[in-house]
């Protein structure tokens, strides 16, 4: 029997900053997690009916690369969701700052925040 996995081949537009930023690409980290709380499944009720495990080592090995890699894959999927954040706030400031220059030297962060632009009215 042949496991056959499609994975779409990357375009030349496409990168892989898209690919994360996919709706679809949750299901990747918790396909591994279901992968790997499968190969660990039937152990555990060995485990919990006989008091004995009759599994190879080996099954445990991937069941921990199963959920590491899970967890690799959300982890990075939260970094780039909050780094677009800080993306998007750095834009707003810069925006902010061209629109309101008024000549005098750069305020400090925290004015800058605070500061009206009273030109625009």
């Known amino acids: 029997m042949k496991l056959l996995i499609a ?3 990357l375009n030349e537009e496409e990168s892989i900053e898209q690919i994360i930023q996919r709706s679809r690409f949750w299901a990747v980290p918790l396909g591994f997690a279901l992968v790997g709380l499968l190969l660990f ?3 555990l009720f060995d485990r919990v009916t006989t008091g004995m495990t009759y599994e190879h ?3 445990y090995v991937v069941m921990s690369f199963c959920f590491a890699l899970g967890i690799i894959l959300s982890v990075t999927r939260v970094i780039d969701y909050v780094l677009s954040l800080v993306d998007y706030r750095l834009e707003y ?3 902010q700052s061209t629109v309101c220059s008024t ?3 750069p305020r400090p962060r925290w004015e800058v ?3 009206t632009c009273w ?3």
């Open 7 to 9: 994975i779409p081949a």
């Open 113 to 115: 925040e605070a500061q």
């Open 57 to 59: 080592w080996s099954r």
């Open 119 to 121: 030109n625009d009215r």
């Open 103 to 105: 000549g005098a030297p």
């Open 93 to 95: 400031l810069n925006t």
């Open 41 to 43: 499944a039937s152990s």
